[in-house]
């Protein structure tokens, strides 16, 4: 059941829910959370099999506070205490070794923890409210509200789509980000980004005072953190990337057969039978609409959807990153 996540009677409900082991799924600014009690292996257990992941892939925990994040970290060294200062709240998870007997099923088993403080005051009540129960319920595990492998939602539509009218949804708008939070490992000595998100990576850089480096550039394995399998965030149609002259050659050469065909292009682009929409110049608003409008093709029926080669510049690292996976299937 979809509800307005402003109204404070809709958060009561939702934090009854939470403290008796079930699923709420919330707005946050990034992309909708499918969320439980992050202490109860039970209510996260619910997440694994409601969403069809398998319960190795760890669950980011979301708290209302930076002091909150000291109940799951066992250590929260400079680098990531910088982080926090700069961006929390908002759309940076960090990577930080796990306190013991602390959301053990949520990390997947894993002895680190994902922490994330969500700026969206949908999350944020949520949160601050669940903090204060009794008994509290100190931090809410949360991937996004799909199931697995598929388009995270951006909507409360997109989650009552995929999961019915059972699942108490808190409506807080479109996500102003849109595309899912910058993920940062601070337990490896160096920061490493191990998702690109919507903050740019020498902003990232600048707050902390060192290099971001890259998953590969470090030894030992990291859990498989299913936001960077090679293939993921699909949607049914098939993507592909190209630049804009092949695109358009494609579809003069297809004429009147392009009707299976959706074209996603900052060029403008002609053709007489494929659905054509227009991305933004802005790298922000591309990713803001970026997943509505995969989901608006697969409800078209698109069997294809070519997108338009994106800038090299940084800026656009998160939104590159997320149509790379979703080409690779
Ligand atoms: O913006 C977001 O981060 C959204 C909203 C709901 O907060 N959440 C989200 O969750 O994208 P999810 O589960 O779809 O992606 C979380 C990513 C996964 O790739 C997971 O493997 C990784 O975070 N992750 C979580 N805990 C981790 C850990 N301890 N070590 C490494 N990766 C971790
Ligand atoms: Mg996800």
């Not at 939702?14 to 799924?25: E, S």
Request: some cysteine; aromatic content about 4%.
């Amino acid at each position: 059941m979809v509800v307005n996540g402003s109204d404070e009677a809709a958060i009561a409900q939702a934090v009854q829910v939470l403290a008796a082991g079930g699923l709420v799924a919330f707005a946050t600014e990034t992309v909708y959370g499918l969320g439980a009690d992050a202490a109860s292996d039970a209510a996260v257990a619910g997440i694994f099999s409601a969403k069809g992941r398998p319960s190795d892939h760890p669950l980011i925990v979301h708290v209302p506070d930076a002091a909150s994040a000291e109940a799951f970290a066992a250590d929260i060294p400079p680098v990531a205490r910088k982080l926090m200062d700069a961006f929390w709240p908002g759309p940076l998870t960090l990577i930080l070794a796990r306190r013991d007997g602390m959301a053990e099923a949520a990390a997947g088993g894993h002895a680190t923890v994902g922490l994330r403080c969500p700026a969206h005051p949908v999350a944020h009540r949520l949160l601050v409210a669940a903090a204060a129960n009794d008994p509290p319920v100190r931090g809410v595990a949360a991937p996004s509200a799909n199931r697995f492998g598929r388009v995270s939602p951006t909507t409360a539509q997109h989650v009552a789509d995929e999961f019915g009218q059972e699942l108490l949804v808190l409506d807080g708008g479109a996500c102003p980000v849109g595309i899912e939070s910058a993920i940062v490992d601070c337990t490896r000595g160096a920061p490493v980004l191990l998702r690109p998100g919507t903050l740019a990576r020498e902003k990232i850089e600048a707050a902390c005072g060192q290099r971001l480096r890259l998953p590969e550039e470090v030894d030992g394995a990291a859990p498989r953190a299913s936001g960077t399998l090679e293939a993921h965030y699909a949607p049914n149609a098939k993507v592909r990337m190209m630049d804009a002259r092949s695109l358009q050659t494609a579809l003069n050469v297809l004429g009147e057969d392009a009707g299976s065909i959706a074209v996603y292009a900052r060029t403008v682009m002609r053709s007489r039978s494929a659905r054509l929409r227009r991305m933004p110049d802005d790298a922000v608003e591309t990713a803001r609409q970026l997943f509505s409008v995969l989901r608006d093709f697969d409800s078209q029926g698109v069997k294809l959807i070519w997108v338009e080669t994106l800038p090299e510049d940084d800026a656009w690292e998160g939104v590159r990153d997320r149509l790379r996976r979703a080409a690779a299937s």
